[in-house]
């Protein structure tokens, strides 16, 4: 297959690495945190990082307003989630350009305008006008404070922040729609069964962006929120969007995590994260060498597009000096399988699909196996 495959996830930029450092400075002089606050933080971190990342039953309702749980999110979890998204942003095809107007769900912090500011540098002198929404106000507002910081005072970005709950939003206006951490919530506040509370939330969100807009929703790479995600895609599907990335398809998703099966979902190692952000992860006992997300970028587009494979895990010892690894594709799960010792792929890379003529299954997972 090709050599040249299309990359997720690359490196952060040195820029886009020094920007992110700078997000504790511009933290400090929008909250100064004083002592008790300061000590406690650590502990509050490791409890709000057990309710975002369990089940989530335990999400306290007002974690995003209470001063302690706010102050926690922050601090840590806003940059993380700025890290992921620094990552993630700059591969995507998000089709903005001058005027574009973006919707961002679930805003909070505004951690998606402040990745975009420091992953895609080429549209930082775009005139993109932001409507944010939230039902957490404060926490919007002290995102674009930290924005501010970050931006010169000419920017041609506007920010609206809007307090309002998911529902309410203004119809077919929108070139991007984005919601970033968000489904996750909405499943867990809603007591209908996961496949009804998809429908309802694919239903509202294909009537949000433009005839030519896109949809980004990105979730923790967590098998619940990656199967709720996959469940909205296939809603999102029958509603006329398709996915953009990083399905090469727009069939049934081979990795849809139900029950105890894999689940679509990219780990990122996180070198380039602020060397302040890795410390206070260690002391609130949450070290971590890896960072991962689920997503998802839909269109209303009915382009032909070429056979491809999306890389979808690392490279594993496969019988007889050979090695493989696990690839998404129109004809569901594959395994590029090659010599052992050649050299593997990343993880997100897309490469085009040569398809055999004769079909082999791999007696483990029933994939089809194609010869890297
Ligand atoms: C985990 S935070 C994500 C914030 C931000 N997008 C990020 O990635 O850092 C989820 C956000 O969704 C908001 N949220 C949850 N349910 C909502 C709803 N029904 N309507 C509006 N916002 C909601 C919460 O207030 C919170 O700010």
New binding site residues.
């Given amino acids: 297959m090709s050599d040249t495959p299309q990359r997720l996830l690359p490196d952060l930029s040195p820029e886009a690495a020094a920007l992110l450092d700078g997000m504790l400075k511009r933290f400090k002089a929008v909250v100064p945190l004083k002592g008790k606050h300061l000590a406690e933080l650590p502990r509050n971190l490791a409890s709000l990082s057990e309710a975002?990342t369990s089940e989530r039953s335990r999400l306290p309702r007002d974690?995003?307003g209470a001063p302690a749980t706010l102050n926690a999110?922050l601090q840590y979890?806003?940059p993380w989630?700025?890290y992921r998204?620094g990552r993630l942003l700059p591969a995507l095809d998000l089709g903005l350009a001058d005027n574009a107007r973006i919707l961002?769900?679930?805003?909070?912090?505004?951690?998606?305008a402040q990745a975009l500011w420091i992953a895609r540098p080429e549209l930082r002198s775009a005139d993109l006008h932001w409507l944010c929404?939230?039902?957490?106000l404060k926490?919007?507002r002290l995102g674009r404070d930290l924005l501010e910081r970050m931006t010169p005072k000419d920017s041609p970005w506007s920010v609206r922040v809007e307090h309002?709950?998911?529902?309410a939003e203004p119809r077919g206006q929108a070139d991007l729609v984005a919601?970033?951490?968000?489904l996750n919530?909405?499943f867990l506040?809603s007591k209908a069964p996961e496949a009804d509370t998809a429908a309802r939330v694919a239903e509202h969100l294909a009537i949000l962006p433009n005839e030519s807009g896109r949809l980004l929703l990105?979730e923790p790479g967590t098998r619940t929120a990656a199967r709720q995600l996959v469940l909205t895609r296939s809603e999102l599907i029958e509603n006329g969007f398709r996915p953009l990335a990083p399905c090469p398809h727009d069939g049934p998703c081979p990795m849809p995590g139900r029950r105890n099966t894999p689940w679509c979902h990219f780990v990122m190692h996180t070198r380039g994260a602020p060397r302040w952000l890795t410390d206070l992860s260690a002391r609130a006992g949450l070290a971590k060498q890896t960072a991962s997300l689920s997503f998802l970028l839909m269109a209303r587009d009915d382009h032909p597009r070429p056979d491809m494979v999306r890389v979808i895990s690392e490279s594993f010892d496969l019988p007889d000096a050979r090695s493989g690894q696990y690839g998404c594709s129109g004809r569901g799960l594959v395994l590029l399988a090659r010599p052992k010792g050649s050299p593997m792929r990343r993880p997100g890379d897309a490469v085009p699909a040569t398809w055999p003529e004769q079909e082999t299954r791999d007696q483990k997972s029933g994939a089809l196996v194609l010869e890297d």
């Fill in positions: 975002l974690y995003m999110y979890f806003l989630s700025v998204l961002d769900l679930g805003a909070g912090p505004l951690a998606l929404r939230d039902k957490a926490a919007m309002g709950s998911f529902g919601a970033v951490n968000l919530e909405l506040a990105v």
